[in-house]
């Protein structure tokens, strides 16, 4: 008998990894790309798992640090997105960013040659139709207003929204590197690195107040008509009250929180040294991050904006080093959108109002490129279970994507609810025995101390790899 396929609609992150998963699982898999028959405003190809922001996968550290965890479980269960990543990256430091170009066209030409996986060009304006007894919903951000107002519809649940912000890319040849320098903080290397995989540019104190000056001062952009809901205010009106994610803040709405906040967070200067002026620190840096494996564009890390493009050009050629500099991008804001899934979904990613319907990625309220990708993964394994007539049981909540998947079908508080991204705040507390470590006192007596700092991240790592590998040994004896 030929077995029915089960629609995934959205081919971004999470659209491709569910994909990906199900046909490995040997269950063919229809995945519908509205683009590019329909376009969107953030999106410039028709390829899948396209990134429209950064192109970093943040931390790959998976001892100390909760991103870096969430890529080692992905790697663990045959990640499309992690392996694609991985033969795209470029140096980052300790994190993981790729060539997105590559990137792209990596699991692009992955889905398309799987004999389980058809690609379908074309939007769906609607609800699924009834036959599709399957179904995964992975749009994203930018879902297409008639799907959205149909789901919406469907729950009672007014539109969700906040707003992400893009930094600015730059030509490497247009740096001054007679005043810019290359180094990872703390000479740290990552997964392509050397330790000196970012363009430095420093600030004295003088050069770095002008800057917030010029920044707090600028001419910004208003939203486009799209992406607003019927009936808002003026855009002016709504400017002033916008929900912003605390992960992707304009650079300058930190800038008003207080003249030092930049230096303290993406401007901070520690673990930095200046090689053309070693004697005297830097008051505030400015990084840049390789954009592609080129080594040609490199973007400016933590500085999405949403000044108008003229201002962007003006005040970011204040920066030393980026006088010259010539963008291959600005910088920009784009609306996103997600459900109340703590309300809306059951423990299995389905749609409490109509089952055959799963949601994954962004639109049910994780935020990050990893995030949106492991979301997909589980849900993936969720519906190719179920056509496979067995039974899933989801990954522990001390894992990443147990804690993560356990906060959008449950653990958030659906009154308050607001995307987030994997940290160790989702995972339970560790036990007694697990946050301390035994010793020796000077009497000879054997004591327990509490684990601190790294030794306490590790703790909460090592947790996790161990249970996920329980779980995965399950999983192969249920198979």
């Known amino acids: 008998m030929t077995m029915k396929p089960i629609h995934i609609i959205g081919a971004g992150l999470a659209g491709s ?3 990906w998963q199900i046909a490995e699982m ?3 898999v229809v995945l ?12 410039n190809t028709d390829g899948c798992a396209e990134l429209v922001c950064s192109n970093s996968f943040r931390s790959d550290d998976h001892e100390h640090n909760a991103v870096g965890l969430i890529h080692e479980e992905m790697r663990r269960l045959n990640s499309l997105i992690m392996r694609e990543g991985g033969k795209a990256a470029v140096p980052a430091g300790g994190a993981l960013a790729v060539d997105r170009d590559i990137f792209s066209g990596g699991v692009t030409k992955a889905l398309s040659e799987h004999p389980l996986i058809t690609i379908e060009r074309g939007e769906v304006d609607g609800l699924p139709p009834e036959d599709w007894d399957n179904v995964i919903i992975a749009t994203g951000p930018l879902t297409s207003s008639k799907l959205a107002e149909a789901i919406a519809d469907l729950t009672g649940e007014g539109e969700l929204a906040f707003f992400d912000a893009i930094a600015p890319i730059v030509h490497t040849e247009s740096i001054n590197m007679d005043i810019a320098w290359f180094q990872s903080r703390y000479d740290k290397e990552g997964p392509a690195g050397s330790g000196k995989d970012y363009i430095n540019c420093p600030m004295t104190k003088e050069q770095y107040e002008t800057f917030i000056e010029e920044l707090t001062n600028a001419e910004y952009g208003l939203f486009k008509e799209w992406e607003l809901p019927s009936g808002s205010p003026t855009l002016a009106e709504q400017e002033e009250d916008t929900p912003y994610f ?11 929180r207080g003249i030092e906040t930049l230096r303290f967070g993406p401007m901070k200067p ?3 040294t200046n090689p053309h002026n070693p004697d005297e620190k830097p008051y505030a840096v400015v990084q840049l991050r390789q954009d592609n494996a080129l080594g ?18 003006r005040v970011f050629k204040t920066i030393p080093g980026l006088e010259d500099a010539v963008f291959a991008r600005l910088g920009g804001l784009h609306r996103n959108t997600f459900i109340n899934s703590p309300k809306l979904l059951d423990s299995q990613l389905r749609l409490k109002a109509l089952p055959r319907i799963r949601f994954a990625g962004q639109i049910t309220g994780c935020e990050g490129y990893v995030e949106s990708a492991a979301v997909g993964l589980i849900a993936g394994r969720m519906a190719a279970a179920e056509r496979l007539g067995r039974s899933f049981e989801t990954p522990p909540v001390t894992t990443a994507l147990g ?9 958030a508080n659906a009154d308050t609810f607001q995307p987030m991204n994997i940290n160790f705040g989702l995972f339970p507390p560790l036990t007694k025995e697990e946050a301390t470590v035994e010793y020796i006192n000077k009497q000879g007596k054997t004591k327990r101390a509490k684990l601190k700092g790294q030794d306490r991240k590790k703790a909460y790592t090592s947790r996790a790899l161990r249970d996920l590998e329980g779980w995965l040994g399950a999983l192969k004896k249920a198979a």
């Open 296 to 313: 040609t564009l490199y973007n400016m890390v933590g500085f999405q904006t949403k000044m108008k493009w003229g201002e962007q050009t």
């Open 26 to 28: 040997g269950v063919p």
């Open 17 to 19: 990894e569910a994909a």
């Open 270 to 272: 520690v673990g930095l």
């Open 246 to 256: 605390e992960g992707c803040m304009p650079i300058e709405i930190m800038a008003a």
């Open 32 to 43: 519908h790309e509205m683009r590019p028959q329909v376009k969107t405003p953030a999106h």
């Open 403 to 411: 804690s993560l998947l356990n906060h959008i079908t449950g653990g």
